[in-house]
Structure formats: structure tokens, C-alpha cells
């Protein structure tokens, strides 16, 4: 990392264009807007909380628009398909505030990664870190071509050893498939919005003419799409090893352990019969956590049952064959 990242979160002053958004997400309308919100998944906060609630924006907005103070849009896989519950975790809004990004300007197969490594740091008893994270982590960002090239699209996120599956190889259809949730009290606003320091042009925090420090709004992570994070190199977000504490260069090799002693998996042909070499053996693959299976655990117990059935089909494959 070239430098310290400066503050995501702004107040509600920015500006709205959004001419730099490539013209998929800058043009795409929410089928929910057209359909009248048949077919949306509503569960986005755990249960019994009634903090939140999903909106259907109306055909003038997109994914990219700046929505009403303290909204924000999401895609709705990440709460269907992929667990996100509200409020977000401190660490997934770490994610977000230090790229400078809104949840919606990551691609869906990035946000499941952010939740897979969480979840398998709890396992293997350790907290993610920023650092540890972008370090295993380095960025990809679409551009598209042509006459578009200086328009920016979703961001990715890349594993530089692979620990984790793909949620999905191609994720489909989610593009249309977006709204933009809601505080309705002081607990669910309190969780995106703090007070701070009011400040000039140049930094400095305001007074009032009472002598008191002037305070405004801001966002504990980006509510809509940014800019910001395109201006600086993708390289500036990424964590060298010689970054790292000593705990957490231990942390990643106890993950690339864990991960490293799962038995290899056979290919298959079409009829589910093993493929072999010239010689009869088994062809196979490395195993690598599914992040999609992980992602269906709805409970603590789940993760752990799914966690604890890896550990013992990699202890009876060792059992069996060596």
C-alpha cells in the first residue's frame, strides 16, 4: 500500500454526475420499477429487527444515482443469494469505506468473497484485518472499450493464491435486479451516518459564532457511486507482506494450511464416472473452499457443520489413501 487511504465517507453535499459511469450501470433500469416490485426479496435485515426497508426506485433513478440521505442502493443478490444482512458488519464497512466504494460498485462475485473470508477467519479463530484482506486480495477494474475507455464500471476483487471458488463463473442477471434500502429509525441511521467536524475547503474544522465547533453528517461508508476510488491506482489499495504483522502473516498461512490440506478433487465426465489418465489414474484438481455452499449457511452452526465436514473428509481421504 503507497499511502495511507484518506476518508470514504462524505456528506451530503457531492455533486451527481455521473457522466464517468459506464453506460451498463449508468443506463440500466431496476425491473422492479417496471414490475411494480414482483419478484423482490425483502429479507435484508436479521430477524426480528424492523430497522430497514427495501424500496423500489422509480424509473429516473439507476444504481448509480445518489439516493435519499442514509439510503443506498444494493443488488439484491447480495441479500438473496449471498447472506448480507443489515446492519453491515464492521468489517464489511471497512471494506467499502477503505476503497471508497458503495456495496453496488463491486461486483457481485467481490462481495461474496468479502463474506467468504470473513466467515472463514471466524472459523479458524482470527479477525480480518484491512491488511491481511488486501493482501490476499488485489483489485480488477472493468473499463470498458472504445469511445467509453475514460467510463468506469463494477470492481473486482482477485485472489493472489487461490483459496476461495467463484460464487459463480458468470453471474446473470443481476444487473436490472436492484433497489435501494432505507433507515426507518435511529438505530439503522446511526448505523450508516455519524456527526463529525464540519470543515472548509482547505480541512480546516468550522466554528460557529457561538465559538462551538460546527457539526454535519457523514457516511460511515460511500452511499452511492464514487469516483474517488478510480483516481487513485489499484496498486495503492494493495498490502505488501512486508506490511503485515506478524499475526497477521500468521493468520494467512494458517488459512492457506487449512485450505492446502483439502483432499484433490476427480474430474467427472458427463456421466458422472471418474476421468483417468493413460495410465488409469484419476484425474484431478485441486479443492478450494465453495464459496457458494458457505454462503447457504444461515446460522453459526451451519458455517461450522459446513467448516467441520471439509476438516473430516480431508482427515478420512488421508485415512484411506495414504
Known sequence: MAEEQTIASTSNTDGDDYAWVADEPRTTVSKFSLNGGEGMFRTIERSPANDWRACIPNTTRRICSKYQWGSFPMYQIAFEHMGYRLPFSDFEVAVFRYLHLTPSQLHPNSLAFIRAFEMTAAYLGF??????????????????????????????????????????????????????????????WQSVIYQGPAKDATGVPLVGPDGRQVLED???????????????????????ADELSVEELSNYEQMKVFVGGFPRKSYE???????????????????????RRLLACKSVAEMEAFFRMLVIFCFNFIVLYV
Not at 457523514?218 to 505488501?240: E, G, N, T
Not at 483417468?276 to 465453495?290: A, E, N, R, S
Open 127 to 188: 479477525m480480518p484485518t484491512i491488511p491481511l484482506f488486501f493482501h490476499a486480495f488485489h483489485l480488477q477494474r472493468s473499463r470498458p472499450k472504445g469511445d467509453a475507455a475514460n467510463k468506469f464500471g463494477w470492481v473486482s476483487l482477485k485472489q493472489s493464491v487461490k483459496l476461495f471458488e467463484m460464487f459463480m463463473e458468470s453471474v446473470r442477471g443481476f444487473k436490472d435486479s436492484y433497489y435501494f434500502v432505507k433507515p426507518l429509525n435511529s438505530v439503522s
Open 218 to 240: 457523514y457516511s460511515r461508508f460511500p452511499l452511492s457511486w464514487r469516483r474517488s476510488h478510480y483516481q487513485k491506482p489499484a496498486s495503492d489499495f494493495i498490502y505488501s
Open 269 to 291: 465426465d458427463e456421466q458422472g464416472n471418474p476421468v483417468l489418465d493413460g495410465t488409469g489414474v484419476p484425474v484431478t484438481k485441486k479443492t478450494f473452499i465453495d464459496t
